[in-house]
């Protein structure tokens, strides 16, 4: 399954599931990122971590290793 | 203190999202004047006032840190849940006030339902509608009131637009809980669990597609909102809004995978060098000030130790460092522009990666960033990085900042090494100073995260989300006000303590040794007054507490009047540039009777040997020796509140200080060995 570390540059996705086991993901989901959302990938950093993904009309920037919990469909 | 008072009167709580308007409310509603910024997480510490007399409401108000949700995961969510529940002295709120970014609905009625559920009163009020309305929607209060069972009111925190509906909804709120009896308030670690998360999520997604509607009936405009609407409607897609447009754009930019960081070091190098280039002529025009005025006293007064002390000592103590406020007051307003136009937190995304290689975190930043404006302040807002190691770490690493504590040194020092004429290169060798600074700092934090584990027990998972807030142009009164403020608490915070060391230091350098005795024969008055001033701080007690001094300076290639202007200045960094001026005016050998602080420099020599004692060699070493040395007790201090113990102040101090040395020993002695004196 791919998750939302894996979009490409502009790619959208919908979010199947959160991966509860990761040490961040109450406050992942607390930022709105539940499943159904739409997400979007809108920039990389130079360094390609952290991305910054839109989710319900906001701009969030997380690191690869914690956006590897958002299962996406 | 302050609990008689509040007791009396119902306290409110105003709490919320990061970055949701709440510090604009409370300035807004108190007459303050709180730092707002457009970054989540700048407000750090809780602080309470009265509302202002016009609003007519006799209740104290308390501004806590942004919080997503009632689970705290950093030391600043803490503090704000904590006056939640459980606060030592004022107890729990009456009345909750929490402010949602109108534009941010799907995200940040957590909160508010969160607080609901728990049992308090809350106020919802909306912020940022002015932002809404470009879009050409607006939020129905009514219909969200009745969704969530509590009281909603919009307003403009820009404009103050709804704020007496505001004041209204208060009354009637206070007027209502005094009646009801108390109602019981559940923590919400009881209520909350990942399941019953998603279920709130559901629930404020039929909220949001319900509340917002168009704003006017005009047909085109109709269309676009509607438009927007059915994005917002079509519950399969997204429900919120895509992000802001402008705001994609931009970050197309400054966030582009190649040029990104090349414009972050653009921005941070600008934002250095031009401390320089503007405030050379505004410093030129302070300096004249009290050239002028120091003469004026030694022209028009009888020449003996008050007249000393009072052009000596008092003016050209004040002078010395008044001189450096114009470019205090220029770091504090470009550093607010930058925070309020939203770039911050793209700051923070772009260096977590190269933070994270050396134990510290991309929230490192702003703490840092402020921390070239003073250490103290930075610390405390190092609260938001929710990794305990990563927080203690940046609070080790923030005295390595260049505060402007600094910057009088460094410009005097630069303005001795350039001549006066060539501004550029002077903006260009501070700007190479922060560099050296910065790279100095990360080179050190990376060795010192080779031996992290002793310092700092190592816990918990690192982590990194930061919301991206939308750019906004900057407020240009609040970072005005702000830099007034701040430059004015500069002053008053360094200016007794420049005075009170001016005078101690202007009596060890007169006494004992008040008619000294010289050969008088063939000289003419100015000459024999030079003479004196120099016997008689031969057999001063500076000149005594010196000789201690003297071995630890003759390896670095100073002496013992820089000593003394040193230890002065681990009382505040600022004096170091007084004592220098009162020290070495004292022992100047110019002719000139109003010589500027430069010319004493220039001329001054080392007493036992008579070679130069001001040389590039020495005076790039000084500038090393500040870069490094940990000189602020008022840091310490700080430093030993946020991090719970001694150990960590205790160690900056010696390994900060022992580095300058060390560094300072190399860079001259290394420069003398290349040929440079
Ligand atoms: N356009 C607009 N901007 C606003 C409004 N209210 C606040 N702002 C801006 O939003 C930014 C954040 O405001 P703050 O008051 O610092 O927010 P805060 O909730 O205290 O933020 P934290 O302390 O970080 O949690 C600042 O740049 C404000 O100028 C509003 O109603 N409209
Ligand atoms: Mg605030």
């Known amino acids: ?73 | 203190m302050k609990i008689d008072t509040a007791l009396q009167v119902p306290l409110i709580t105003l709490v919320g999202p990061p970055n949701s308007g709440k510090t604009t409310l409370f300035n807004l509603l108190s007459g303050k004047n709180y730092k707002t910024v457009n970054y989540p997480g700048s407000t750090v510490e809780y602080y309470t006032s009265r509302i202002l007399p016009k609003y007519n409401i006799q209740a104290e108000l308390l501004d806590s840190p942004g919080i997503v949700s009632l689970l705290p995961e950093s030391i600043d969510e803490k503090v704000a849940v904590d006056s939640l529940y459980s606060h030592p002295t004022l107890g729990a709120p009456d009345l909750v006030i929490t402010t949602i970014d109108s534009c941010q609905l799907s995200r940040h009625l957590l909160l508010p339902i969160q607080l609901v559920s728990s049992g308090f009163n809350v106020i919802i009020v909306l912020t940022m509608t002015d932002i809404l309305a470009k879009r050409d929607l607006k939020v129905s209060e009514n219909r969200l009131s009745k969704s969530l069972n509590c009281d909603v009111v919009a307003i403009n925190g820009r404009t103050k637009q709804g704020v007496d509906n505001l004041i209204k909804l208060i009354n009637s709120n206070l007027e209502r809980i005094k009646t009801a009896e108390k109602k019981n308030i559940l923590p919400h670690s009881l209520i909350e669990n990942k399941t019953n998360l998603l279920d709130t999520f559901k629930e404020i997604e039929e909220i949001v597609n319900d509340v917002y509607e168009p704003i006017k009936v005009d047909k085109i405009n109709l269309k676009t909102a509607n438009n927007e609407l059915k994005v917002l409607q079509d519950g399969s897609a997204s429900n919120g809004f895509t992000p802001d447009e402008i705001t994609i754009k931009i970050d197309r930019v400054l966030l582009h995978r190649f040029w990104g960081f090349l414009v972050f070091l653009l921005v941070m190098g600008l934002t250095f060098t031009s401390i320089f280039w503007i405030a050379q002529p505004l410093m030129n025009f302070v300096d004249e000030l009290f050239t002028n005025l120091n003469s004026l006293v030694l022209e028009n007064f009888e020449p003996g130790w008050l007249t000393f002390l009072i052009s000596d000592g008092i003016i050209s103590g004040t002078g010395s460092v008044l001189v450096f406020v114009p470019q205090i007051l220029i770091l504090f307003l470009i550093l607010g522009l930058l925070e309020d136009s939203g770039y911050l937190a793209r700051g923070a995304m772009l260096i977590d990666k190269p933070l994270s290689k050396i134990g510290l975190n991309g929230r490192s930043f702003v703490p840092m960033l402020s921390g070239f404006a003073c250490a103290i302040p930075a610390m405390i807002a190092a609260r938001t990085i929710p990794n305990r190691k990563e927080r203690l770490f940046t609070i080790f690493i923030i005295p390595l900042m260049s505060c402007s504590a600094r910057l009088p040194v460094y410009a005097l020092l630069i303005a001795y090494l350039i001549p006066k004429d060539n501004a550029w290169l002077g903006g260009f060798l501070l700007g190479g100073i922060y560099f050296l600074s910065t790279i100095s700092s990360i080179v050190v934090a990376w060795i010192i995260n080779k031996f992290s584990k002793r310092i700092f027990s190592d816990e918990g998972s690192s982590s990194f989300i930061l919301e991206l807030p939308s750019y906004k142009i900057p407020k240009i009164n609040a970072v005005i006000n702000h830099t007034y403020n701040s430059s004015k608490q500069y002053i008053l915070r360094a200016g007794p303590m420049i005075l009170g060391f001016s005078l101690v230091l202007w009596f060890l350098t007169f006494f004992p040794n008040i008619n000294p005795q010289v050969e008088k024969e063939g000289l003419t008055t100015e000459q024999i007054q030079n003479l004196e001033r120099a016997e008689r701080l031969e057999h001063s007690f500076a000149s005594d507490l010196g000789k201690i001094i003297q071995p630890f300076m003759t390896p670095i290639g100073m002496d013992w009047r820089i000593g003394v202007s040193l230890i002065s200045a681990f009382a505040a960094r600022e004096v170091f540039v007084s004592s220098l001026a009162l020290t070495f005016k004292v022992t100047s050998e110019d002719d000139e009777e109003q010589s500027t602080l430069l010319n004493s420099l220039t001329t001054a020599k080392i007493g036992a040997t008579g070679e130069k004692l001001f040389t590039v060699a020495t005076s790039i070493g000084l500038i090393v020796f500040f870069i490094f040395a940990l000189q602020c007790l008022s840091t310490v201090a700080v430093s030993r509140k946020e991090t719970g113990g001694w150990k960590i102040p205790i160690l900056q101090v010696f390994i900060f200080t022992g580095l300058a040395y060390f560094m300072t020993f190399l860079t001259v002695n290394g420069l003398r060995f290349f040929g440079v004196q």
């Open chain 1, 1 to 73: 399954m791919r998750t939302a570390a894996e979009l490409n540059y502009r790619e959208k996705g919908i979010i199947s599931e959160i991966d509860y086991s990761h040490p961040s993901s109450k406050r992942i989901m607390e930022h709105g990122f539940t499943p159904g959302q739409t997400i979007e990938l809108i920039c990389k950093s130079t360094f390609n971590d952290p991305i910054a993904i839109s989710i319900r009309g906001t701009l969030i920037a997380i690191r690869k290793s914690e956006a590897g919990c958002i299962k996406l469909k």
